[in-house]
């Protein structure tokens, strides 16, 4: 009888730590930092967002020094770093390592839509060594969980429907000046492998081994990246478009699905494609289903401002509300997320944390 006592008390325990276990929903967030960041805050910040159910960050910045100093506080309050690093948007580097658009003008000298869309040629080999140093440097780092991706594709040549009046755009069709990349190394290699002299094509946009090969592209340049993090005993994650099929793949030429990466942050901003808070289940159920051996973290856009969100016109200052939180937290994740991640937790206000709260319930 006692030992029958022991082993129902044995079996009760298991099941609380299993339904437990699975009661738990991991958030985690973006934030950037900089030289003149107040350390002693950010150390109080990562406590407060530990204790809103945060189990790990993902900060910007790409100074060792600095990435070494917010890893170590992170790890001081229990939480994962992710060591956010743009990868594609450089100003300052040889004019023949910027990608080419369609137009024949080179990314440094006629970026896209804003001045720093100055975006390198993912094909080009010293493209390849700057990132893959770089990486593995930021890996070497002991307090770094995750290196994080981030740009890691070309510019956007089709923009999300909601920022076509911001710039001034209708893009029903790609946009030449942000078609990229048509320099002679690119254009020559893919005539090589498919006997198409894409300059000579009336409309690039309709051949699907031209829009293959750029994906191709990116995804060789994120799997050198993962094999030089993972032999400094690391992880990657990466931050993505939407789908991919539906919108990354040929939005910003991200095939992610195929990529060796650890951990995947789908930027399901809602907003930005003018959907409601139900789209972010949606689409990350599309995600979960292009990975299922991968965690998928669905990332929300949040808007500070958001009892005058009427007012807002520019998608980038909007987001979900207090009252779309349980929306789009309940949507991903059962559609499978592994988990959310907030953009920002500076934008989150009292009303979000305590629907956050909610939530995660």
């Given at each position: 009888m006692r030992k029958l006592t022991l082993s129902l008390l044995a079996a009760v325990a298991l099941l609380c730590a299993c339904t437990s276990q699975k009661a738990t929903f991991p958030v985690y967030a973006w934030q950037g930092i900089n030289e003149n960041?107040?350390?002693?805050?950010?150390?109080?910040?990562?406590?407060?967002?530990k204790s809103q159910g945060l189990v790990g960050v993902c900060i910007e910045n790409s100074n060792p020094e600095l990435v070494a100093k917010a890893s170590a506080l992170a790890h001081a309050e229990g939480l994962e770093y992710h060591a956010w690093i743009p990868c594609m948007l450089r100003g300052d580097k040889p004019h023949d390592w910027y990608a080419v658009n369609r137009l024949g003008q080179p990314a440094d000298e006629y970026p896209a839509y804003v001045p720093y869309y100055k975006a390198l040629d993912p094909r080009n080999p010293n493209v390849h060594k700057l990132l893959v140093d770089q990486m593995t440097e930021i890996a070497q780092i002991p307090d770094v969980d995750y290196?994080?991706?981030?740009?890691i594709r070309y510019p956007d040549v089709i923009l999300s429907r909601g920022l076509w009046d911001k710039y001034g755009l209708v893009m029903d069709e790609e946009y030449?000046?942000?078609?990229?990349?048509?320099?002679?190394?690119?254009?020559?290699?893919?005539?090589?492998?498919?006997?198409?002299?894409?300059?000579?094509?009336?409309d690039p946009s309709k051949v699907k081994e031209w829009a293959q090969f750029r994906c191709d592209q990116v995804t060789a340049l994120v799997n050198e990246i993962c094999a030089a993090v993972h032999a400094q005993g690391k992880k990657v994650s990466a931050d993505v478009f939407?789908?991919?099929?539906?919108?990354?793949?040929?939005?910003?030429?991200?095939?992610?699905?195929?990529?060796?990466?650890?951990?995947i942050f789908p930027m399901n901003y809602n907003d930005f494609y003018l959907q409601p808070a139900e789209w972010v289940g949606e689409v990350t159920a599309e995600e979960v289903q292009s990975v299922p051996d991968k965690p998928v973290i669905s990332g929300l856009f949040i808007c500070r401002e958001w009892k005058r969100k009427v007012?807002?016109?520019?998608?980038?200052?909007?987001?979900?509300?207090?009252?779309?939180?349980?929306?789009?937290?309940?949507?991903?994740?059962?559609?499978?997320?592994?988990?959310?991640?907030?953009?920002?937790?500076?934008?989150?206000?009292?009303e979000h944390w305590a629907a956050l709260a909610k939530a995660l319930k």
């Open positions: 960041t107040d350390f002693d805050k950010l150390q109080q910040d990562f406590r407060y967002w290196v994080q991706l981030d740009y030449a000046p942000a078609d990229y990349c048509y320099c002679d190394d690119c254009v020559a290699a893919f005539k090589e492998l498919t006997g198409i002299d894409i300059k000579a094509v009336e939407p789908g991919p099929k539906s919108h990354a793949y040929w939005m910003v030429r991200q095939e992610w699905n195929k990529w060796d990466v650890d951990m007012e807002l016109e520019d998608p980038e200052q909007s987001g979900l509300i207090p009252d779309e939180i349980p929306v789009a937290v309940n949507g991903a994740r059962a559609a499978g997320a592994a988990g959310i991640c907030l953009f920002t937790p500076g934008s989150m206000t009292p």
